[in-house]
Each structure stands twice: as structure tokens, then as C-alpha cells.
């Protein structure tokens, strides 16, 4: 489903009816166990758990609804046999139900359609139905309503896909095989992988061997969750379930992978069909705001990185900022949500610099390289012409914000590719866009903001093309803040860099001394703004004519005002550049 239509919520009345977790026991989204999870209110990893209903055994596995979370979607899709798909009465169809069915149709699933949240009074029921049935081709009468919250509906919803999604098939004859759909670490026992048996069993003790990965590993456990861990002595063809494998270093298990037994032979073990690598689309350079705290904050990302395969990191270093990393993720909530725990969970705090695109240059000499952040970004002399990256962005919007939506499309480089009715009041537009446009200014939280909620989008990225970048330098008190450098589009480059300066004057505490702000491209300065000195009152502490008293205070001030001055460096509190970040 899209993001926040019930998934988790749907997910803990399945617990429920089934008995898996007795009502008194019950928080709400019990799946989502992450404490940002919890906040948030969204899914960022999803979790098997293991249900037994009517003499049934079911896998359910919870999926995070947000695009920047895609790749674990297509994982669990293809660990499956059926899916639900779930819209919220309330919002109806949007960009994520669309690219969600496309993803669950590719792997031939059975898919159960249905409607949530139909208590609430605001919600369309027929109208929702009607688009649905009409997106998936069937009779309006197949679509279930539920409401997940108060538990309308659920158990025939249950009913329905213990009657419509087939067992798994069963292999049990063959050699071992299991597909690797996500892992976590354990300091004792190694990666933990969950698995998706398709043929054969395994057995605790055994010998395992990764076939992409060229790795062995020992079964330390294998069992599933319910949600706790239960381990077993074997696990067999169709189930769902975690294998400890000992292997101490986790780039070894690589989700997609295929798992299976040591002891056959390698032309017995055909690798299973993979998953899509997910590939980071934003970079940016995390620093520790204290430099002595760069050890932590790599064994933070170390940490991170167990379970989120999609995340990089590389180490680098800056003037006036030390030693940090520069990160890749899906997405800027990917990107928030790495940050936060970095915080949280490590008690970091941290220096972040603008989101950027991944750009490709082509050298004089024909040679290619990419570049993950300005600081990267070369010479003009070294560029015969330089790259982005394009995708095809889809929003979906009511008829009410079409204006709005379109002006924002409008307001940002892009071409439109088409335009579709869905259902009665629903519109899809189609556009061309960089990612860049995409991601640097934060075009998801103005789509959701001018309509409510109610618009959602979605992009696949395509191909790589041509476009005329500069790097835009920004200077403090004249010293080039390297942390705030961005790649723009040559076209852009005053307007962003006017912007910036402005953004900067507002949102940096004034200082004793004024405070020159320089937007520079090349050493060319395209925009200046000044932050006006605070001028503190230092004598209005004395009343009455102590004049001389005053004199000297004063003189102190002055003094002051230069002795930090000269020191060249003013500190940029990390608020800054969060605000600089959010773009
Ligand atoms: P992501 O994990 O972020 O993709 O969200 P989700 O699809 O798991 O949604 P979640 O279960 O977290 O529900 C989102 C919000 O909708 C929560 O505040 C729920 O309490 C609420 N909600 C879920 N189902 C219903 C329902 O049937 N009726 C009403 N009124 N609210 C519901």
C-alpha cells in the first residue's frame, strides 16, 4: 500500500485474530518495533512473522510504504505468494498503490484488493472501489472493506487469502535452496539471514554455502518469528524463517543471494532469480559536529549499514569541518531517517551538507568519472561535458489541486510525457524530470504540502543526459564553507545562489561584528547578503555617571569584537545546517 493506508495496523489485528499475540499484550503497530518507527509512524524495515490460523500456517510480511523504501518491497514481494493491496478510503488510490501492483504483478502474485479505514467518516467508499476495481481489471464486488482499527472485516479478509493464495509449491525432493530476503546482525551469532526456503530443507549444523557471494557459513540457528525469535531444528520448502550463519562479516550476505548447502556440488546450485540492487540516488557528507567523535560515528554507520543494504559511506575530510563521510541513500527520508538514528541511537550530533545527485563527467580525454558531492566537482578545463541523471516522475492528484500540482511541475525543469484519468476525480501526469530537480528542492514535502496529502508521486529513474552544471561557493566572513557547496544548473546558479545567502542571513545568529555572506561561482561573487552585528548593551548593567567605567567596557567590547574576528571562523551551528539542508 501507500504510506500510512494500514499496513501495520492491518498487520496487528491479523496478529490478534490469529492468537499469535494475546489481546492484552497488544501496542499498537506491533511490528513496528524501531523507536523512529514508532514516532514517525511509518514502516522502515519490514518484518516476517509467522501466524497460524485454522489449521494454516501464514508468513506475513509487513512492508514499508514510503518510495524511498521500494527495494525492500520488491524483496518481500518475491519471498511470497500473495499480496494485499490496501487503499485508504480516505485518500484513495495513489502513486505508491500504482507502482506497488506493477511490482507484485511482476512476480505473478495473487492479489487481494482492499479497502481500509472505512469507518472514518470522510472516507469514498464506493468511489475508491470503483477505481480500484477498474485499475485491476475485476467486478467492484471483489474488493474487500475493512477497517484495520476497529477490525471490521478482518477476519473474512484473512478468510479470502487463506482461500485464494496457493501454498507454496512443494520441492521438498530437491537439493536445498533459500532466497535471501533481508538480514541482521548479531554480535554472537553472525549475520542473521531471513530466508525463503524454495527447495529442499536445512537442518541445524549445517554447512551453508552463499552462491553469489562464494561465502560459507555454519547454521549457528534457524527458526522464525512470531514475533520473537523461536528457533527450530529445520526449516523446509515454502517457509519463511531466520538462519544464523556465523559469517562475522555482513557485505558476505547480500540480500538476493542464494543460500544453499556446502556439500552440493556448484552446478546443482543455480543462483535463484535476484533482486534489483538498490542503488543510492542522494549523497551527502556527514560530519561529528565534535571531530573527536568520528570513530563513533563510523561504527554508528557500521552498525546502520548491518541492516540497510542500500546505504554507503566513504570517508573524507574537510577543511574547517575534519574527518566525515560522504553518504549515499534512496531517498532524502532515507537520508533523514540514517541521520536521526545516528543521533539517537549513538548520541551524535552531526553536520550535514546539502543532498546532491549523483553527476557523471566526461574528460577531454574521453574518460569518465562520477562525482558524489561539490567538493568532487572539477575544473572546467577537466570537463568535456557532464551528466545527470533523468527520471520519469509520476503524480497522482486529485482534480481539486490539479492547478496547483501542475505550477509546480511548471516551477521546476521538466516536460510532460502524459496525462490520465484514473477512476473519476483522480489525475496522473507523467513528466520528465532530473532527479536533481527531484531531490535538491524537495519537491515530495511541496506536492504533499499544497495538497494536503492528498497528491502522491513516484520516479524511476531512466537514463543519464546531458546538461551545463557550476558549483556554487559559499562564503562566510569570505572563507568558503565547503559544507555548503552545491552542484547547480548553470541556468540557476544566481537565482540559487541569491537564495542561499538570504537563507543564511535569516537563519544565522547574529554576531558582535557584521557578517559578510558570498554566494561564488569560480571565484566570481554572484550574490552578497550581510548578517548585522548584535550590538549587546554591555553598559547597560550601570546606571548613574560612571563615565570612565563605561569607556572601558566599551573599549573591552571592541576588543573583543576583533580578537573574534580575526580568528576568520565563525561556528555554524548545526541547526544551520540542517535548515541550509532541507533546501
Ligand atoms: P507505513 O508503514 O508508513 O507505510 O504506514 P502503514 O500503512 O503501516 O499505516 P499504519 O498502520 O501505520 O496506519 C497509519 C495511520 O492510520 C495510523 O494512525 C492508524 O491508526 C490509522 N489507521 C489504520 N487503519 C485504520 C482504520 O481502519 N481506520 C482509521 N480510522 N484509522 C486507521
Redesign the pocket.
Known sequence: ?H???????LADRFLEVTGTIPKEKMRE?FLDAMDLEREK???IKMKPVRMQYRGCILNLIDT???VDFNYEVSRSLAAVEGAILLVDASKGIQAQTISNLDLARKQNLVIIPAI??I??PQSKVEETKLDLANLLGINPDEVFLI????GTGVSNLLEAAIKKIPPPKDNSDKPFRALIFDSEYDTYKGVVAFIRVIDGMIKLNEKVYLVQAKAEGDVKEIGYRNPKSSPVSELKTGEIGYLATGIKEPGKVRVGDTITLKSLSQAETMSLAGYKEPKPMVFLSIYPEDSDEFDLLKDGLEKLKLNDAALTFNPESKEGLGRGFQCGFLGLLHAEIISERLKREFGLDLILSIPSVVYKIIAPDNKEFFVYSPSEWPDNTRIKESQELWANLQVLTPVAYLGQALELLESIESRQLKTNYLGIEKIELVYEVPLREIISKNFYDKLKSLSKGFASMNYDVTDWRKGNFVKLDILILGRKEEALSKIVSENDALKEGKKIVEKLRDSLPSQLFSVPLQAAIGGKIVARETLKALRRDVIAPLYGGDYSRKRKLLEKQKKGKKKLKDRGKMHIPPQVFLEMFKG
Open positions: 500500500s504510506i500510512d493506508h494500514g499496513k501495520s495496523t503497530q509512524g511509518i514502516t514499508p510504504g514510503h481500509n479505514k469507518d472514518l477497517s484495520a482499527k476497529i
